[in-house]
């Protein structure tokens, strides 16, 4: 017997030790064209069903008074498509309605038909192709099956996927929006540093205008040095606190610098119609400019933004400085 086959060709096993029903049934089903195999006993018919078989022909006393527990057991350990197809073949008279050992027989192999002897060979082969249609049909719905799962796993990891991809975005969605919460607060803080230090840095110019002042009047007075020595100290203080201003302005701004090769002469020229509007029509404004300067690597926005501060604090201490004069 060839005992490597194919699990997806169709065979036969015959369990008939006794007289000539399996080499009978064997020829039948040749000539039919269904392969079959004679097995000896229950036990290699068990062996002949693992390796593949589509149904199982026994005879009704190759299974009386013997151990078919393990029979049973495989038959209740198939898997959820399979339901082995068993045809058995009783003594006249020996169906299911007249014969309790047949029930038995149906609880221990679960999906069987009975076919009594003597049978013709038409009904033979008929039930036997009929336990093969349904056998068939059982291996397509194992394979409908298993596309089935095979495509629920495949959908399930695209919305694993896709769901990765969402959390993705949310993440990078919050994100986005703290960094734009965060750039707003900047924004008002930049607001409010720059009001304060624009405001300041006038108030300093006028201390350090008032200062100079004092320092003048002092030297011309020839009055006390340590008193000089002190209004030297005060204008360090005041210039210090200018610069940490002017750092408080450029932080507001938080504009990005673009160096780049200017004419100075050029760039403060440019501006007078600016600064004009800018200060107002009683100041008069005039412009000295030196020839022969090397251009200046500088943002030229930074460079108009310093000159034009100067204009403004420059009209700003004066104003302030008018009373003491």
């Known amino acids: 017997m060839n005992k490597q086959l194919s699990a997806q060709s169709e065979r036969a096993v015959i369990l008939a030790p006794r007289g000539r029903d399996a080499v009978i049934a064997k020829g039948i089903l040749r000539e039919a064209h269904v392969q079959s195999d004679?097995?000896?006993d229950l036990l290699e018919l068990l062996e002949e069903i693992k390796q593949g078989a589509d149904v199982a022909i026994v005879t009704e006393e190759s299974i009386h008074d013997v151990d078919t527990r393990e029979l049973a057991a495989w038959v209740g350990n198939q898997p959820p498509w399979s339901d082995l197809p068993y045809i058995v073949l009783t003594r006249h008279g020996g169906g299911l309605e007249r014969n309790p050992e047949a029930e038995q027989l149906t609880q221990t192999l679960g999906n069987v038909s009975f076919l009594e002897r003597p049978f013709h060979p038409t009904t033979l082969v008929s039930v036997v192709q009929t336990a093969l249609r349904g056998r068939r049909r059982q291996h397509e719905c194992r394979r409908?099956?298993?596309?089935?799962?095979?495509?629920?796993?495949?959908?399930?990891?695209?919305?694993?996927?896709?769901?990765?991809?969402?959390?993705?975005?949310?993440?990078?969605?919050?994100?986005?929006?703290?960094?734009?919460?965060?750039?707003?607060?900047?924004?008002?803080?930049g607001q409010l540093t720059s009001g304060v230090a624009h405001d300041f840095n006038n108030l300093l110019t006028v201390v350090l205008g008032n200062i100079v002042f004092l320092e003048k009047g002092l030297a011309v007075a020839g009055l006390d040095?340590?008193?000089?020595?002190?209004?030297?100290?005060?204008?360090?203080?005041?210039?210090?606190?200018?610069?940490?201003?002017?750092?408080?302005?450029?932080?507001?701004?938080?504009?990005?610098?673009?160096?780049?090769?200017?004419?100075?002469?050029?760039?403060?020229?440019?501006?007078?119609?600016?600064?004009?509007?800018?200060?107002g029509g009683s100041v008069r404004i005039?412009?000295?400019?030196?020839?022969?300067?090397?251009?200046?690597?500088?943002?030229?926005?930074?460079?108009?933004?310093?000159?034009?501060?100067l204009a403004i604090n420059g009209r700003d201490a004066w104003r302030w400085a008018a009373p003491w004069r």
């Open 144 to 189: 409908l099956n298993e596309e089935l799962e095979l495509r629920v796993q495949e959908r399930t990891g695209e919305l694993a996927a896709a769901n990765r991809q969402l959390l993705a975005q949310i993440s990078e969605r919050e994100r986005v929006e703290s960094t734009l919460r965060q750039m707003q607060r900047l924004e008002a803080v």
């Open 286 to 309: 005039g412009t000295r400019l030196s020839h022969g300067l090397w251009p200046a690597l500088a943002d030229p926005t930074q460079l108009e933004l310093a000159v034009l501060n």
């Open 38 to 40: 004679i097995c000896v």
């Open 225 to 279: 040095g340590k008193l000089v020595q002190r209004l030297s100290y005060m204008r360090a203080a005041a210039e210090r606190g200018a610069k940490l201003t002017d750092q408080l302005l450029s932080f507001s701004r938080r504009q990005r610098l673009e160096p780049r090769t200017i004419d100075l002469n050029e760039t403060v020229a440019g501006m007078r119609d600016l600064l004009q509007s800018t200060l």
